[in-house]
């Protein structure tokens, strides 16, 4: 079955950079748009930033623009989400998902568990 | 950017009873709008898309409907195992915003 393995959570200072990955298997990472969605602690999902399969199109929530880079490898099966002047807000655990399509429509149909991040000092 | 709007944010139901669960877009998003649950812990779930497509495997006593801004998540008979948080996701345009989250409990 399709497989999303996150890594490269953990503590952060505010101002400091994070650079998350997201291992994908069984299935070709070539072929779907890719998605990061975080949620903080007590709090709802939030839809961080998707990249087209090729990366030629990136998009982004306006709270992480400018600070996040979402950028993939397909070579080497994986996406990456870079994180500059990270910030308290910023803590959540963030999940990796695939972007499926399907009658016209697009859905996440495979996430990962999540790694966490956690901005303090 | 388009808002996405749950009600109720929680609510507490009996094994068996219908429960409803609806979102609202602050535009016009025609059907695309995606339905997921959630437990602690765990990754979410897509149940539904496109408004009222049950994915494969997802048991029938949930179903979708809706289009244009106001749509509705309906679970026929709840079960144990329904205890989650369920959210809209709005598939339209980017950012592909989330409704807030209804908390179902059982009572």
């Known amino acids: 079955e399709v497989q999303l393995v996150e890594s490269g959570g953990g503590l952060v200072q505010p101002?400091?950079?994070?650079?998350?990955?997201?291992?994908?298997?069984?299935?070709?990472?070539?072929?779907?748009?890719?998605?990061?969605?975080?949620?903080?602690?007590g709090k709802g999902l939030e839809w961080v930033a998707n990249i087209k399969q090729d990366g030629s199109?990136?998009?982004?929530?306006?709270?992480?623009?400018?600070?996040?880079?979402?950028s993939r490898d397909n070579?080497?099966?994986?996406?990456?989400?870079?994180?500059n002047s990270l910030r308290a807000e910023d803590t959540a655990v963030y999940y990796c998902a695939r972007r499926t399509y399907d009658s016209d429509s697009y859905f996440l149909d495979y996430w990962g568990q999540g790694t966490l991040v956690t901005v303090s000092s | 950017d388009i808002q996405m709007t749950q009600s109720p944010s929680s609510l507490s139901a009996s094994v068996g009873d219908r429960v409803t669960i609806t979102c609202r877009a602050s535009q016009s998003i025609g059907t695309y709008l995606n339905w997921y649950q959630h437990k602690p812990g765990k990754a979410p779930k897509v149940l539904i898309y496109a408004a009222s497509t049950l994915l494969s495997g997802v048991p029938s006593r949930f179903s979708g409907s809706g289009s244009g801004?106001?749509?509705?998540?309906?679970?026929?008979?709840?079960?144990?195992?329904?205890?989650?948080?369920?959210?809209?996701?709005?598939?339209?345009?980017p950012p592909q915003t989330f409704g807030q989250g209804t908390k179902v409990e059982i009572k």
């Open chain 1, 57 to 70: 199109e990136r998009y982004y929530v306006d709270s992480v623009e400018g600070r996040f880079t979402i």
């Open chain 1, 75 to 83: 070579a080497k099966n994986s996406l990456y989400l870079l994180m």
């Open chain 2, 69 to 93: 801004t106001d749509f509705t998540l309906t679970i026929s008979s709840l079960q144990p195992e329904d205890f989650a948080t369920y959210y809209c996701q709005q598939s339209d345009s």
């Open chain 1, 15 to 41: 101002g400091g950079s994070l650079k998350l990955s997201c291992a994908a298997s069984r299935f070709t990472l070539s072929s779907y748009w890719m998605t990061w969605v975080r949620q903080a602690p």
